[in-house]
């Protein structure tokens, strides 16, 4: 699981851009507790794997 931060460093984008991409649906995460976002490492590849498919 990474942690929004994790997910902006690896993805060089802004926080807006990962809950942007969060609330549109275009990347899963799950909600830790009451306040505590996560992204599954295999959300975030399958993420980028779509991302590389469209580009081809």
């Not at 993805?11 to 976002?37: D, F, N, Q």
């Not at 295999?42 to 794997?49: D, G, K």
């Amino acid at each position: 699981m990474l942690t929004v931060p994790e997910v902006m460093a690896v993805l060089k984008v802004s926080r807006w851009t990962v809950y942007s991409l969060i609330r549109s649906g275009e990347l899963r995460s799950v909600l830790v507790g009451t306040r505590c976002r996560r992204v599954p490492r295999t959300a975030l590849e399958e993420y980028v794997s779509r991302l590389c498919e469209e580009a081809a």
